[in-house]
């Protein structure tokens, strides 16, 4: 297959005139500049082509809370309520249709590897399936059948809250489902779970300190480090988080992560909002990761994070839609420097590059996946294409293009997603999906009470 793109994003620069060759591994065999027209055979591919986008945060069944929960007010902690009593409908058949539904939605905005945060393990009271990987690979095969990529997360979660002595407080009913009762329980049933097809690979997660003691972090930190996978923990989302360690273990949670062996080139920090200059210091000279996930952050209340400090200490960020208040990638780049206009009062923190490479290449290395993200000879071959004549980004010459998707595009914008050389959106349509907000309204329609 070969495409002929009017404009495309080659290494922080808009080239007129871009042939991507792609071979049949679903790599990028050439990439042509300079060719005025699409040569013979060649699909055109008019706008601006980009690398595939990574959401490297997601919990898929959070999106049947869209709407319900923007009713009166609030705060995170009754949000999370709402939450509970979503996750309690759940069966592995409703959520291999809720999931494929939402992944559809992803790659019409252009989202082409999905991270997958995932602690629905078990029945509504506990009680093991049959197979107790069963909500996984429901999750694998909504994956497979919405064309993008997944990297599942198995996340760690054995407590409702840090205890006295650093031992977690006993699960209250709702988050059962979510526990294997200890670390090591949870290493064993990780390591049985062995997902079919190339489109997915496998990571782990700590859900916070708050759900993880203390003693258990090192066993999820060994089981990642021993298989060279990723490792995602949510960090410091809420202050109330932060005054919990800090009383039981006289320390944040940055550092007690740091001390149990957490932190490293493999860990994505989840969110990082309430940080200390010591943890940002720890973040980023340790090399670990930081996905920031501003429409979440925003509509949960939960503040800004310090994505440039983070950004100078070493740390890479990427971009994460979390909880799917909107699934939006373009609105979640532009929020970084947004938000650090709104906190500091001057412009200019992040360039559209920098912000392209954090919703693109940056964000495909934290899902474990180094080899996508960039138009290249030898990458995987998923891309993007983006109008360059709707009515939010018409105007700017070609040149600024760049520009123009990150400030004022949204996932409405896009018109072409490719996977593996293969189109999996056309011309704003999903090639294998029918009806997305269909699939999501009945998939949504399901699940209530």
């Given at each position: 297959m070969t495409y002929w793109c009017e404009?495309?994003?080659?290494?922080?620069?808009?080239?007129?005139?871009?042939?991507?060759?792609?071979?049949?591994?679903?790599?990028?065999?050439?990439?042509?500049?300079?060719?005025?027209?699409?040569?013979?055979?060649?699909?055109?591919?008019?706008?601006?082509?980009?690398?595939?986008?990574?959401?490297?945060?997601?919990?898929?069944?959070?999106?049947?809370?869209?709407?319900?929960?923007?009713?009166?007010?609030?705060?995170?902690?009754?949000?999370?309520?709402?939450m509970y009593q979503t996750a309690s409908q759940l069966t592995p058949g409703s959520y291999y249709a809720l999931a494929r539904a939402v992944y559809a939605e992803m790659a019409l905005a252009g989202i082409t590897c999905v991270g997958e945060f995932h602690y629905l393990h078990h029945g509504p009271g506990g009680e093991r399936y049959d197979d107790p990987n069963a909500m996984g690979h429901a999750l694998v095969s909504a994956a497979a059948d919405a064309g993008i990529r997944l990297t599942l997360l198995d996340t760690a979660y054995l407590a409702s809250g840090i205890g006295p002595h650093g031992r977690g407080q006993p699960l209250a009913r709702q988050q059962l489902r979510f526990s294997d009762g200890t670390a090591g329980a949870w290493a064993e049933r990780a390591a049985q779970f062995k997902p079919e097809g190339t489109h997915v690979r496998t990571g782990a997660a700590i859900h916070s300190v708050r759900a993880v003691p203390a003693g258990e972090l090192s066993t999820v930190a060994a089981w990642a480090q021993e298989r060279e996978a990723p490792l995602h923990v949510h960090l410091s989302e809420q202050t109330a988080e932060n005054a919990a360690c800090e009383r039981v273990h006289g320390q944040s949670p940055t550092a007690l992560l740091a001390e149990h062996g957490v932190l490293g080139r493999r860990t994505t920090a989840v969110h990082a909002t309430h940080l200390s200059d010591g943890d940002i210091s720890a973040l980023g000279g340790s090399g670990t990761g930081v996905c920031m996930c501003p429409t979440?952050?925003?509509?949960?209340?939960?503040?800004?994070?310090?994505?440039?400090?983070?950004?100078?200490?070493?740390?890479?960020?990427?971009?994460?839609?979390?909880?799917?208040?909107?699934?939006?990638?373009?609105?979640?780049?532009?929020?970084l420097e947004l938000n650090e206009r709104l906190r500091s009062r001057t412009r200019?923190?992040?360039?559209?590059?920098?912000?392209?490479?954090?919703?693109?290449?940056?964000?495909?290395?934290?899902?474990?996946?180094?080899?996508?993200?960039?138009?290249?000879?030898?990458?995987?071959?998923?891309?993007?294409?983006?109008?360059?004549?709707?009515?939010?980004?018409?105007?700017?010459?070609?040149?600024?293009?760049?520009?123009?998707?990150?400030?004022?595009?949204?996932?409405?914008d896009v018109r072409h997603t490719v996977v593996g050389g293969r189109h999996v959106v056309r011309d704003g349509e999903h090639t294998t999906v029918p009806a997305v907000a269909t699939a999501l309204t009945e998939a949504i329609a399901s699940l209530r009470p």
């Amino acid at each position: 297959m070969t495409y002929w793109c009017e404009n495309a994003w080659l290494n922080d620069i808009v080239e007129p005139g871009v042939v991507l060759d792609i071979g049949a591994d679903g790599r990028f065999g050439a990439v042509r500049t300079g060719v005025d027209a699409p040569p013979r055979g060649a699909v055109p591919l008019r706008g601006l082509t980009l690398p595939g986008l990574a959401n490297v945060h997601s919990h898929a069944f959070h999106r049947a809370l869209r709407g319900t929960v923007q009713v009166g007010s609030g705060t995170f902690w009754t949000w999370r309520e709402a939450m509970y009593q979503t996750a309690s409908q759940l069966t592995p058949g409703s959520y291999y249709a809720l999931a494929r539904a939402v992944y559809a939605e992803m790659a019409l905005a252009g989202i082409t590897c999905v991270g997958e945060f995932h602690y629905l393990h078990h029945g509504p009271g506990g009680e093991r399936y049959d197979d107790p990987n069963a909500m996984g690979h429901a999750l694998v095969s909504a994956a497979a059948d919405a064309g993008i990529r997944l990297t599942l997360l198995d996340t760690a979660y054995l407590a409702s809250g840090i205890g006295p002595h650093g031992r977690g407080q006993p699960l209250a009913r709702q988050q059962l489902r979510f526990s294997d009762g200890t670390a090591g329980a949870w290493a064993e049933r990780a390591a049985q779970f062995k997902p079919e097809g190339t489109h997915v690979r496998t990571g782990a997660a700590i859900h916070s300190v708050r759900a993880v003691p203390a003693g258990e972090l090192s066993t999820v930190a060994a089981w990642a480090q021993e298989r060279e996978a990723p490792l995602h923990v949510h960090l410091s989302e809420q202050t109330a988080e932060n005054a919990a360690c800090e009383r039981v273990h006289g320390q944040s949670p940055t550092a007690l992560l740091a001390e149990h062996g957490v932190l490293g080139r493999r860990t994505t920090a989840v969110h990082a909002t309430h940080l200390s200059d010591g943890d940002i210091s720890a973040l980023g000279g340790s090399g670990t990761g930081v996905c920031m996930c501003p429409t979440t952050e925003r509509d949960l209340a939960d503040g800004i994070g310090p994505a440039p400090a983070l950004r100078a200490a070493g740390a890479t960020v990427s971009l994460g839609s979390d909880s799917h208040a909107v699934i939006d990638l373009f609105e979640e780049a532009r929020a970084l420097e947004l938000n650090e206009r709104l906190r500091s009062r001057t412009r200019g923190h992040w360039t559209a590059g920098q912000l392209l490479r954090a919703a693109t290449e940056d964000g495909h290395a934290a899902l474990g996946w180094p080899e996508a993200g960039r138009l290249e000879r030898g990458a995987l071959a998923d891309f993007v294409t983006v109008a360059l004549d709707s009515v939010r980004t018409a105007g700017p010459v070609a040149r600024l293009a760049g520009e123009s998707a990150v400030f004022a595009a949204t996932s409405a914008d896009v018109r072409h997603t490719v996977v593996g050389g293969r189109h999996v959106v056309r011309d704003g349509e999903h090639t294998t999906v029918p009806a997305v907000a269909t699939a999501l309204t009945e998939a949504i329609a399901s699940l209530r009470p």
